[in-house]
């Protein structure tokens, strides 16, 4: 296929670049003009610059492509201003959604995130993509942008756009420059988790995340949802997992979900008073998406989309690990350790 | 390519920092550490080396960037690649 994928220097879009471009695809990416492409432009895709806001400007880098990966996003991790923060994912989507039509593009990837599925309900064990958010939920941040993306792209379902939404869990894995879901790594392997809250969680590799994506673009039915998990686990055991490879101990006090968003808030205003980019202990799009977590339902994408069995935790962790490493965001160790 | 002065290059690395950082109006040194005189995170470092090979069209590896920690660092980096 053509592809292009919107948001090519992020750490979804770098890998759906990789997965493309080793299947063959011939693929464009999108850039920002400032954006550090250090990564990037070595995985074989042609990087165009594009910005989300010039419509004209994704016009012209979508025609000729036949399926757009929406891997792009305002993506929020708190907010001071909530309205403008949705009103903003919003115009983002419906601006590559327009472009899109005007482009002729076949077939558009909506990149939406677990966030937009609910609790399990009707006495189910796992939730699937058929659970609705809670009220509670929609008023986080993270889970109303991600929803009101959803609605814009579905909107365009509707209107007769051939469009596929995947859900990914977090995600863990290799090209994480900005250390998203793999922070727990980096802060584990430096000590720096003092406190974290636990709660269900599935976690995807991001080979098989970007696989997944692949396989909406081919085999997806348009106007459908598919959730791309891996495992279920809970955030302790996760974070065991994790300090069993890094070989450190698990210094990291379980605080209570009411007390964990005070906490935040405070984190967050140490951070900004300070000013030097020190990031908070604890995200509050972390905190919200444990709060909200819940284990899932695979199903849906292994018969439509024919995902493959997740590889062992353990081995997703393990080639993660490795990558920080040899990137200089843990401290390296022993060849033995690093099972190098 | 044609050699680039290292002085052109030193040029073009201080517009960088001064893009990333508009707050800091000090004098940039070539002895200034990225992170700890100039308040360069790794991701800022990052961009400020990818704008400056994308600027050269020179390919570098990312893991050889982690010896790079001073300005002068950045330009020596460079004017070897360009030499
Ligand atoms: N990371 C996870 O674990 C995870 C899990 C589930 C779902 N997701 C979803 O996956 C998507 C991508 O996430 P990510 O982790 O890859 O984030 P990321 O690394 O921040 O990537 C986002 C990319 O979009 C670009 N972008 C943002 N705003 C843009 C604009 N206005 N115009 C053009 N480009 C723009 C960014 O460029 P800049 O760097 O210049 O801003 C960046 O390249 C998001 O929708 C997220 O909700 C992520």
Partial sequence: MKALVLGGTGFVGMNVVRALVRAGHDVHATRRIRDNTLFARKLGAKLVVAELDDPDGLVEVMRGREVVFMCAAHYPRYSIDFDADVELARTGVRSAVDAALRAGVQRLVLTSSIATVGPPRQGRALSNETDPITPAASRCIYHAVKLAAEQEVLKAAGQGMDCVVLCPTGIIGELDIKAGTGFIVVALSHGKLPFHIDGRQNIIDADEMAAAHVAAAERGRAGERYIAAGHNVTIREFMELIAEELAVPLHSWRIPTWLAGPLTTLDEMRCAVVQNGSRPFLAREFVDMVHHGQWVDRSKSVSELGLKDPAPLTATIRKACLWYERHGYLKRREPAQAHA | ?83
């Fill in chain 2, 1 to 83: 390519m044609p050699r680039v002065e290292p002085q052109q290059i030193r040029n073009e690395v201080e517009t960088i920092i001064r893009r990333i950082r508009p707050e800091n109006k000090a004098e940039i040194r070539n002895s200034d550490r990225l992170r700890e005189d100039l308040g360069l995170d790794s991701l800022h470092s990052m961009e400020l080396l990818s704008a400056v090979t994308e600027k050269y069209e020179v390919d570098v590896d990312v893991e050889q960037l982690q010896e790079v920690r001073t300005v002068g660092d950045v330009v020596s980096f460079l004017s070897k690649l360009l030499a």
